[in-house]
Structures are given as C-alpha cells and as structure tokens.
C-alpha cells in the first residue's frame, strides 16, 4: 500500500509539468494566462488574491450528490458500532 501511494504521488507530481507542457503547446498564451491566475495548490490563488470566491460560492456544495454523500457517510459513522457489534456476533 504504501509504495502504491509512493509511486502514484510521484506519477501525479511528474504529470503536472507534463500536463503544463503540452497545454502550453496547444493554447498558448491563452494558457499562460489561465495557469497565472490559477494555482495546483488547493485554495492557493484564493489565498493569494490571484481569484476570488463569487457570493454564492455555496450554492455549488448544495447539490444532491453532495447532499446524499455527506448523509450516507454520517449515516454509517453512527451506524458503525452496530456494524462492528453484529460482525462480532457472526463467530466466524
């Protein structure tokens, strides 16, 4: 598990110059100037005041799919301790 993580981390690192490569070499300066205002690092250009949030920003995380992954991960966070109780109760 580990050196799966290892070698992915590394492949996603690698990709990012390789990504910036070849969009360089098909939009131009267009990309230049996305790539100034944006940043890989999450959040970064918010923080740097490369961008800034619109003031319905929200409305983005109020969607169902959001809403139905956010209930069912509650939803089996408080049902763990039955889970484990009843695979104990399994004596397999």
């Known amino acids: 598990m580990v050196a799966t993580s290892a070698v992915l981390c590394v492949h996603h690192l690698l990709s990012i110059p390789h990504g910036d490569f070849r969009l360089r070499r098909k939009h131009g300066e267009a990309f230049d100037a996305v ?19 619109p003031e319905d920003y929200w409305k983005e995380w109020v969607r169902a799919p959001y809403i139905a992954i956010a209930v069912v991960t509650l ?15 399994l004596k397999l």
């Open 75 to 89: 939803g089996a966070y408080l049902v763990h301790p039955l889970m484990q109780a009843g695979s104990y109760s």
């Open 35 to 53: 790539k100034a205002r944006t940043s890989v690092v999450p959040f970064a250009a918010i923080l740097d005041g490369r961008q800034q949030l």
